[in-house]
C-alpha cells in the first residue's frame, strides 16, 4: 500500500513512474510525526529492534542505525568511515521491526539522515526546503516494501549480456598500443575478458566524443579490431564540455543557450579534467536530447557501451571560487604583514599557512558554486543547488533516451558515478574511487543490496581498489567477491602499481578465479533478468528473507544472492577462511582450482571454512540448486552445452535467459 503526501510545490524529478493521488496527512500519522512550516523535517521514534534499511549507496553498514548520512552528490575519493555524502542521493529508507514501511523522499536538494546518531533511538529526516512529494509503503515485511517501491519507480535497466563479463580499466592507458598490449596479455594468458575501458586518455584534450588521431589513430578500425578478439572498448564521458573556440560540441552548445547559465545568462565556468568548461543542462528536454545525441559519434565507431563520469558535478574550481580566495589570502597575507606576528593570527583562529591551504582545499566542490549557476526547465529557472542531485540522473538519461533510438533493438551498457532514484531505469552505476584497502571490499559488499533496494542492479565497485597500491592477495580476494557483482571491472587511478590479473605471480590464480565469474554467468544473468523484469533484489541482506532470525538479521559480511545461493567473501588480510552463518542447511561448495567443485552440507548454524586465495566459496540454499558451465575466454564462447546442475538433488532451477 503507497500513500503519497505533497508538501509545498515539489520539483518533479520524475524519480517515480506510477501516478498517485496525493492523500491528506491524516490526524495521527501512525508512521511518524512531520513538521513542514519552515524547512521539512521528518521523525519517528524507533523501536530498539526497528532496522533501518536502504539509502543505496551510503557508507557504513547494511543496516544505517547509528550514524547520519547525507543525500548531497559529492565527489570525494576518500571514503573513510566518517564520511557523509557519497556520489549519489537515494532517499529510500525501510523501517522494519514490528512495523514495515518504507519512506521515500522525492527531493532533489540536500537532504539529512539522521539514524539514530543525535539521538539513538530516533530517525530524522531534514531538509531545508518544505517542498517535496513524501511516499510511505506500508508492507508485510522489509522485501515487501522493497517490491512495492521498485514498482512505483520503474523497471530498472538491463545490461547487455557481454557486460557481465570481466572488464579491465585503468587511468593511464595512454594509447592504442596501451590497450592492445593488455587485451594481448589477457588472451595470451587466457585470463577471461570481455571490456577494456578506456579512461579520458583516450580524448583529444579531454574533450567529450573526440578521439585523440596520435595516440588512438584509425579509431573505428581498431575498435572493430578488439571486437574481432571479443572485446568491447568502454569509453569514458565527463560531465564538463570544454570551452574552446573550433570545438563543435562547445560552440553548439553556447548558440543554442544548451549550457547551465549564471544569473545574468552568461555561461556559467567551472574546471575540470579538461580546464574551463560548461555544464551541459541536461535537466532541459532540448539539451538532453542534444548532448545525449552526441553519443552516436562513439557508437557510429562501433562502441556500444559508456561510463559517465565527474557528473555530481564535480567542479575542481570556479572563476568566481578563485577570485574569492584570492581575495581571502590577500587580506590574510595583509593582516600577517601589518602585524607581522603569526602570534596574532594564532590568537585569531588561525595560522596562516594552515589558513590559506584550508581556503584552497574549500575551492573543490565548494556549496557555494552550486549556487551560481542555474538550469532551464521548461522555461523555469532553477537554481542548481535545489536539484544538485539530479544532475548525474539526467545525464546518465540524456544518454539511455539516445542510445534508445540510435540502436533500439541493442542493449547497450550505460553507467554513471552520480544518481538519484529513477536513473535506475537508464543504467547501472559504480561505486566511484575506493582504495585498495582490505575495509573496502566490505564496505563493496554492504552497498550492493541497498543499492538493489533502490532499484540499481547493474552495480560494481574499482575491484582491487581505485585509489593506492594493490597487492596480489587484495585482489584475489576482491575478485572473489566481484565475480558475482554485475559489474565486475578492475579498475585504478593513474600512478598506483600496475593491477591487471597478469602483473602478479602465479597467474593461474587469477585465471581460475576469472573463470569461475564465466562458470556462473548463466546463473548470475538469469538472476539478474529475474530481479530486473520482477522488480525483486538479486542481491540481499539475510534478514530479508530469514526475518526472524537475529543472528541472520544482524550478520553483514554474507549476503544471498538470487534465490539459490549465499556468498560468504573472505575479506581480511592474511585469513585461510573465515567464519560463516547459516540461517538454514545449506550446500558449501568451493570451486577449486584444478576446475573441479568441492561439496558439503552445512547444518544450520556457525561454521569456519577454509578459503585459500584461489578458491571461490559459494553456498546453495536447501532444495535448491544452480547451473554451472564450464569456463570461456569471454562471454560469447560460453558453451551452454556443458551447462550442469549443482545444489540439492532433485531441485530444479528456472532459467532465464535473454
Ligand atoms: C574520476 C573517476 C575515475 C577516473 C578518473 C579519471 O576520479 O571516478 O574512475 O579514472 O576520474 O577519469
Not at 9 to 18: I, K, L
Not at 139 to 159: L, P
Not at 307 to 325: A, L
Amino acid at each position: 500500500m503507497v500513500n503519497k503526501y505533497v508538501f509545498g510545490s515539489p520539483f518533479e524529478t520524475e524519480a517515480v513512474v506510477t501516478a498517485y493521488d496525493a492523500a491528506k496527512l491524516p490526524e495521527c500519522f501512525e508512521y511518524g510525526e512531520i513538521s513542514a512550516d519552515s524547512g521539512f523535517c521528518y521523525q519517528y521514534q524507533m523501536d530498539a529492534k526497528d532496522v533501518i534499511y536502504g539509502l543505496g549507496e551510503a557508507n557504513r553498514g547494511i543496516n544505517k542505525r547509528g550514524y547520519l548520512y547525507v543525500s548531497d552528490c559529492t565527489d570525494d575519493p576518500n571514503h573513510t568511515e566518517e564520511k557523509t555524502s557519497l556520489y549519489g542521493a537515494h532517499n529510500f529508507v525501510i523501517v522494519s521491526g514490528k512495523k514495515h514501511f518504507g519512506l521515500f523522499f522525492d527531493y532533489p536538494g540536500k537532504m539529512t539522515f539522521d539514524v539514530g546518531y543525535t539521538r539513538q533511538d530516533m530517525l530524522t529526516v531534514s531538509c531545508e526546503q518544505e517542498n517535496l512529494y513524501l511516499y510511505v509503503i506500508s508492507g508485510d515485511s522489509a522485501y515487501d516494501v522493497v517490491k512495492q517501491f521498485r514498482k512505483m519507480i520503474g523497471t530498472s535497466y538491463v545490461a547487455p549480456k557481454y557486460a557481465f563479463g570481466f572488464g579491465q580499466s585503468r587511468w593511464g592507458y595512454k594509447t592504442k598500443d596501451d590497450i592492445a598490449t593488455v587485451v594481448k596479455n589477457y588472451r595470451d594468458n587466457h585470463i577471461p575478458i570481455d571490456m577494456v575501458y578506456l579512461d579520458i586518455d583516450y580524448m583529444q584534450d579531454f574533450k567529450d566524443f573526440t578521439i585523440n588521431p596520435e595516440r588512438f589513430p584509425d579509431f573505428p578500425e581498431f575498435v572493430q579490431e578488439m571486437k574481432d578478439k571479443k572485446i568491447h572498448l568502454i569509453p569514458i564521458i565527463d560531465a564538463g564540455v570544454k570551452i574552446e573556440t573550433g570545438y563543435d560540441i562547445y560552440e553548439e552548445g553556447v548558440k543554442n543557450g544548451y549550457f547551465c547559465k549564471r544569473e545574468d545568462g552568461s555561461d556559467f565556468v567551472a574546471a575540470v579534467w579538461p580546464g574551463w568548461t560548461h555544464f551541459p543542462d541536461v535537466l532541459n528536454p532540448d539539451a538532453r536530447e542534444w548532448f545525449g545525441g552526441k553519443y552516436e559519434i562513439l557508437t557510429q565507431m562501433g562502441i556500444d557501451g559508456f561510463w559517465n563520469d565527474m557528473n555530481e558535478p564535480c567542479i575542481f574550481y570556479s572563476e568566481e571560487g578563485v577570485r574569492e580566495v584570492n581575495a581571502e589570502i590577500a587580506d590574510y597575507v595583509e593582516t600577517f604583514e601589518d602585524q607581522n606576528t603569526t602570534e596574532h593570527l594564532r590568537n585569531n583562529g588561525s595560522i596562516l599557512p594552515w589558513a590559506v591551504r584550508e581556503k584552497l582545499d574549500k575551492l573543490q566542490n565548494n556549496p557555494k558554486d552550486y549556487t551560481r549557476f542555474y538550469h532551464n526547465v521548461n522555461g523555469q529557472k532553477v537554481r542548481h543547488d535545489l536539484v544538485h542531485n539530479l544532475f548525474g540522473f539526467n545525464m546518465t538519461r540524456a544518454a539511455g533516451e539516445a542510445l534508445k533510438k540510435i540502436a533500439p533493438d541493442r542493449k547497450m551498457l550505460l553507467f554513471s558515478r552520480s544518481s538519484y532514484i529513477g536513473m535506475h531505469r537508464y543504467g547501472g552505476i559504480w561505486t566511484g574511487d575506493n582504495h585498495s584497502w582490505w575495509s573496502h571490499i566490505l564496505l563493496n559488499l554492504k552497498m550492493m543490496p541497498s543499492l538493489n533496494m533502490c532499484g540499481f542492479l547493474y552495480t560494481g565497485a574499482d575491484l582491487g581498489g581505485f585509489g593506492s597500491n594493490t597487492t596480489r592477495d587484495l585482489l584475489l580476494r576482491w575478485l572473489s567477491l566481484g565475480i558475482f557483482t554485475p559489474l565486475m571491472r578492475n579498475h585504478t587511478a593513474i600512478g598506483t602499481r600496475e593491477q591487471e590479473c597478469y602483473q602478479f605471480e602465479h597467474m593461474e590464480d587469477f585465471r581460475h578465479v576469472v573463470g569461475v565469474r564465466y562458470r556462473l554467468i548463466p546463473y548470475l544473468y538469469s538472476e539478474y533478468l529475474k530481479a530486473a523484469k520482477r522488480d525483486e533484489m538479486y542481491f540481499r541482506p539475510l534478514g530479508f528473507d530469514y526475518p526472524e532470525d537475529t543472528r541472520a538479521i544482524e550478520t553483514e559480511d554474507q549476503l544471498l544472492l538470487g534465490n539459490e545461493a549465499m556468498i560468504a567473501p573472505v575479506y581480511t588480510q592474511n585469513a585461510s577462511g573465515r567464519v560463516v552463518y547459516l540461517p538454514e542447511e545449506m550446500k558449501f561448495i568451493k570451486f577449486m582450482p584444478d576446475g573441479s567443485i568441492f561439496e558439503e552440507i552445512l547444518g544450520r548454524g556457525t561454521h569456519y571454512i577454509d578459503v585459500a586465495l584461489n578458491e571461490i566459496p559459494l553456498f546453495i540454499r536447501k532444495n535448491c540448486c544452480i547451473p554451472v558451465v564450464d569456463a570461456a575466454e569471454n562471454v560469447e564462447a560460453i558453451d551452454m552445452k556443458t551447462m550442469k546442475y549443482i545444489g540439492f538433488e532433485g531441485a530444479v532451477y528456472e532459467l532465464l535467459e535473454e
